[in-house]
């Protein structure tokens, strides 16, 4: 059991499902977050995060679920993007060595150039495409060096069934056409943010009990989609639960262009993660309906096209 969780976002997708999952589970959480943290002002760190770390018992874990994760507004951005994605994180990784705390960070398929053609392994060195992944390359390279104690969790395709995110922005399309057009030449893996949060807990508790696991591991949902089928599948959850079928129309991403470029074929292998922490990889179906049953339950949120 860890002693305490100390959770760095409180809104976003994976901060919201991390804190849930970690009260359920009887671990004591505490939430960083705006206004009282700006993480892309390093006074911030200093002044709010150092105290905090010093004075964690031992036990404790720094969980870093913020980040800069608007993928095209970062090409137009990318100073804030490097300040948040790669300065911070190194800042993080720094203070969490010092005070021996162990740091669990999430990082994106989008650090690779999606080149390869088979399932890409923690060794292969990233080459991304876009600022938003070159940002997150900086800061994992920066964490590893570090000397802290850390997880790199690298994921893809973050959903759930309520923040801003690629399944909530489907569902609300639906409820006003009976056809959408997405990208089909983009493959990934979609993984939920509450399949996320139960691997962020297990690796916290082992790392709270000072099992020496530093490195660097893959994450993600158990089946590869484009995101064309990732919408057609959201649909036919959906439909399932009552609501209208939406045709799916499959389109070239020369189609629907955007500023930042991303890997045509980004599937992770995550053999490591469950060789490391016994941590097997989450059934995408399962998490698929779960999340379209909280997102139909829930109020539907603003428009939202972000992908990341
Ligand atoms: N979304 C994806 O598809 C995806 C894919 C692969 C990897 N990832 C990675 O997974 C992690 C979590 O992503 P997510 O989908 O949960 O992101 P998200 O829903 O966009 O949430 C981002 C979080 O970062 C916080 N944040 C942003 N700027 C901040 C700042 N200046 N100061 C303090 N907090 C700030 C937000 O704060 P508030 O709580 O104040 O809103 C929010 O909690 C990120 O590291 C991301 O790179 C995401």
């Not at 949902?221 to 649909?235: C, K």
């Given at each position: 059991m860890t002693a305490e969780i100390i959770i760095l976002g409180r809104l976003g997708q994976v901060a919201a499902a991390t804190s849930s999952a970690a009260a359920a589970s009887g671990h004591a959480v505490r939430h960083l977050a705006r206004p009282e943290i700006d993480l892309a002002e390093p006074g911030d760190i200093a002044r709010v995060l150092d105290p905090i770390l010093l004075a964690a018992p031992a036990g404790s874990v720094l969980v870093?679920?913020?980040?800069?994760?608007?993928v095209n507004r970062a090409e137009s951005e990318p100073e804030l993007a490097h300040r948040i994605n790669a300065r911070t994180p190194a800042m993080l990784a720094a203070r969490c060595a010092q005070a021996d705390i162990p740091l669990i960070h999430l990082s994106t398929d989008y650090v690779y150039d999606g080149k390869k053609e088979a399932p890409y392994l923690e060794t292969d060195p990233g080459h991304p495409l876009s600022v938003y992944g070159r940002s997150k390359l900086e800061g994992d390279e920066a964490i590893r060096l570090s000397g802290a104690r850390h997880v790199i969790l690298r994921t893809s395709a973050v959903f759930s069934g309520g923040g801003q995110n690629f399944l909530r922005t489907m569902l609300r399309l639906g409820t006003r056409q009976d056809r959408v057009r997405v990208v089909h030449d983009q493959r990934t893996c979609p993984t939920s943010a509450a399949d996320i949060a139960a691997a962020i807990i297990a690796i916290a508790e082992q790392m709270a009990d000072a099992r020496d696991v530093s490195g660097l591991f893959h994450f993600c949902g158990d089946t590869s989609r484009s995101w064309a089928e990732f919408a057609a599948d959201i649909f036919d959850a959906a439909t399932a639960f009552g609501e209208t079928a939406v045709k799916v129309e499959q389109i070239g991403s020369d189609e629907f262009p955007g500023p930042a470029r991303r890997p045509v074929y980004s599937v992770m292998n995550c053999d490591a993660i469950s060789r490391a922490f016994g941590i097997s990889q989450p059934d995408y179906r399962r998490a698929l309906n779960q999340g379209v049953a909280h997102a139909l339950a829930a109020p539907r949120p603003p428009d939202a096209t972000k992908t990341c």
């Amino acid at each position: 059991m860890t002693a305490e969780i100390i959770i760095l976002g409180r809104l976003g997708q994976v901060a919201a499902a991390t804190s849930s999952a970690a009260a359920a589970s009887g671990h004591a959480v505490r939430h960083l977050a705006r206004p009282e943290i700006d993480l892309a002002e390093p006074g911030d760190i200093a002044r709010v995060l150092d105290p905090i770390l010093l004075a964690a018992p031992a036990g404790s874990v720094l969980v870093n679920a913020a980040a800069y994760t608007d993928v095209n507004r970062a090409e137009s951005e990318p100073e804030l993007a490097h300040r948040i994605n790669a300065r911070t994180p190194a800042m993080l990784a720094a203070r969490c060595a010092q005070a021996d705390i162990p740091l669990i960070h999430l990082s994106t398929d989008y650090v690779y150039d999606g080149k390869k053609e088979a399932p890409y392994l923690e060794t292969d060195p990233g080459h991304p495409l876009s600022v938003y992944g070159r940002s997150k390359l900086e800061g994992d390279e920066a964490i590893r060096l570090s000397g802290a104690r850390h997880v790199i969790l690298r994921t893809s395709a973050v959903f759930s069934g309520g923040g801003q995110n690629f399944l909530r922005t489907m569902l609300r399309l639906g409820t006003r056409q009976d056809r959408v057009r997405v990208v089909h030449d983009q493959r990934t893996c979609p993984t939920s943010a509450a399949d996320i949060a139960a691997a962020i807990i297990a690796i916290a508790e082992q790392m709270a009990d000072a099992r020496d696991v530093s490195g660097l591991f893959h994450f993600c949902g158990d089946t590869s989609r484009s995101w064309a089928e990732f919408a057609a599948d959201i649909f036919d959850a959906a439909t399932a639960f009552g609501e209208t079928a939406v045709k799916v129309e499959q389109i070239g991403s020369d189609e629907f262009p955007g500023p930042a470029r991303r890997p045509v074929y980004s599937v992770m292998n995550c053999d490591a993660i469950s060789r490391a922490f016994g941590i097997s990889q989450p059934d995408y179906r399962r998490a698929l309906n779960q999340g379209v049953a909280h997102a139909l339950a829930a109020p539907r949120p603003p428009d939202a096209t972000k992908t990341c």
